[in-house]
């Protein structure tokens, strides 16, 4: 089985400044990694994705992350966010021998302030 | 080109009722699944269908919830007697294959008096 841990529910941040959104997975076999974007009143949208290669990932939006397999971490960075990135942030993963079902953490809320 | 759609977009109802979610997949997809987001947490899966078939259904809490995709494509999440606790947002998500990138609808918001 797998589980996902966003440690942080609400991460509170100037515009322009950096940031990252943190995510943790625990798994007996190899996964895929994904984080997903929701914005208010929308859907799910993917924002990055890893499946194998390179750890560092970029995604839309000018997000990317780094899979560090001896931390089991995968987190979400941005070096200038807007106040147009204010939503939640979702990790997922999605084990490789069963390839459809995603597991998602509980979500990170990101509010970025003038 | 059109995504995944779902009706209605809230939905109300007292406990005990029977309601019934809908979902468009993106044509051509013939993976669908229907995840259920409770508040404060993230989506949590309940169906996969691969065509016209429930290939895993592992997810669904209880008997109480069943779902159908007659035609290979649009499906409905149906729940009996429904308690406050089945509210909740579901959102349903289609894929070209089960490998595929899984594209979200804007989810149903069920709302259970």
């Known amino acids: 089985a797998q589980s996902v841990t966003q440690l942080d529910s609400q991460v509170p941040v100037f515009e322009e400044a950096p940031v990252e959104l943190r995510c943790n997975y625990s798994s007996s076999v190899s996964v895929y990694l994904f984080w997903y974007v929701q914005y208010p009143n929308q859907g799910l949208q993917l924002l990055l994705k890893?499946?194998?290669?390179?750890?560092l990932v970029k995604g839309i939006n000018g997000f990317e992350a780094e899979f560090n397999k001896s931390q089991t971490s995968f987190h979400l960075r941005k070096p200038s966010v807007h106040i147009s990135d204010t939503a939640e942030y979702f990790c997922?993963?999605?084990?490789?021998?069963?390839?459809?079902?995603?597991?998602f953490g509980s979500g990170t809320r990101l509010l970025v302030r003038p | 080109g059109a995504g995944v759609s779902q009706t209605p977009s809230n939905k109300v109802t007292e406990k005990g009722k029977y309601v019934e979610l809908r979902c468009d997949p993106i044509s051509g997809h013939t993976a669908l699944y229907w995840y259920r987001q409770s508040l404060g947490q993230g989506p949590e899966f309940l169906i996969y269908f691969q065509g016209t078939g429930a290939a895993d259904d592992s997810g669904l809490p209880n008997d109480r919830f069943f779902a159908v995709r007659p035609e290979g494509s649009v499906s409905t999440l149906k729940i009996q007697r429904t308690e406050r606790g089945d509210s909740a947002v579901y959102l349903c998500a289609s894929s070209l294959e089960a490998v595929g990138e899984q594209f979200f609808g804007p989810g149903t918001r069920l709302t259970v008096l």
């Open positions: 997922a993963v999605r084990s490789m021998d069963s390839s459809y079902k995603l597991i």
């Open positions: 890893y499946l194998s290669g390179s750890t």
